[in-house]
């Protein structure tokens, strides 16, 4: 089983529309939560950090549920360059190394 | 900005030949990784390195082995390629000064093996 399990989509979204998606890990001991965005034949580039509150940066909103063991994702008023591949990550250490799931695919279409 | 070069974009081998994957950073970072990403798989671990001359297994080191002579420079080495090592490679370097997390990843290397 994967540590980092993410569905896969594609998310078909509207410009304009919201569109919010989860990824759940199975390592409890895992400390930090990250998502990355790959865009097509790109490589991954960090997008948030996600805290235990719950933060925001711009349009996008990331929660952690360590009941659950879950993170999601939302991003409002969707852009056409938000149409990209988001790597959910999660971390047991501060060192770097990390642990990626297979990605969440999302289109927005005009 | 952070510049993490791979040598090749795509390169193509032979069952069982020997392969070099070079990758330089220019940041000075103490971190390098060595990730490769299949389609359903995700990016997985080979090989991490947090400082020069010391290398530690990540998820997936079997058929893998790696260099880091110099603090810039982490090679990954397929002593002797297979099939199953088709793939895109990715490095990446970060560094505890700006969050060990936030890694920088070069453009990849697809290789084939025949």
């Known amino acids: 089983r994967k540590e980092v399990e993410q569905d896969p989509g594609p998310f078909n979204v509207p410009e304009g529309a919201t569109v919010a998606f989860n990824c759940t890990y199975s390592?409890?001991?895992?400390?930090?939560f990250f998502w990355y965005r790959q865009d097509c034949r790109k490589e991954p580039k960090l997008l948030m950090s996600v805290y235990s509150s719950g933060n925001e940066d711009g349009r996008f909103t990331a929660q952690l549920n360590r009941a659950s063991q879950y993170i999601s994702l939302l991003i409002r008023d969707s852009k056409l360059s938000d149409s990209a591949t988001y790597l959910c990550?999660?971390?047991?250490?501060?060192?770097?190394?990390?642990?990626f799931g297979a990605g969440t695919q999302v289109v927005v279409t005009p | 900005d952070v510049k993490v070069t791979q040598s090749s974009r795509y390169l193509v081998k032979r069952t069982g030949e020997k392969v070099f994957l070079e990758c330089v950073q220019d940041?000075?970072?103490?971190?390098m990784f060595w990730y490769r990403q299949d389609p359903g798989l995700g990016l997985r671990l080979i090989y991490f390195s947090y400082d020069v001359k010391m290398k530690e297994k990540g998820d997936i080191p079997e058929g893998y082995s790696v260099s880091r002579e110099k603090k810039e420079r982490f090679s990954l080495i397929l002593e002797s390629a297979s099939t199953n090592q088709t793939s895109m490679y990715l490095c990446a370097s970060s560094s505890p000064r700006q969050g060990s997390e936030k890694l920088f990843f070069g453009s990849g290397t697809q290789l084939s093996v025949l």
């Open positions: 940041m000075d970072h103490e971190n």
């Open positions: 390592n409890s001991a895992s400390q930090s």
């Open positions: 990550v999660s971390s047991t250490d501060s060192w770097g190394k990390l642990q």
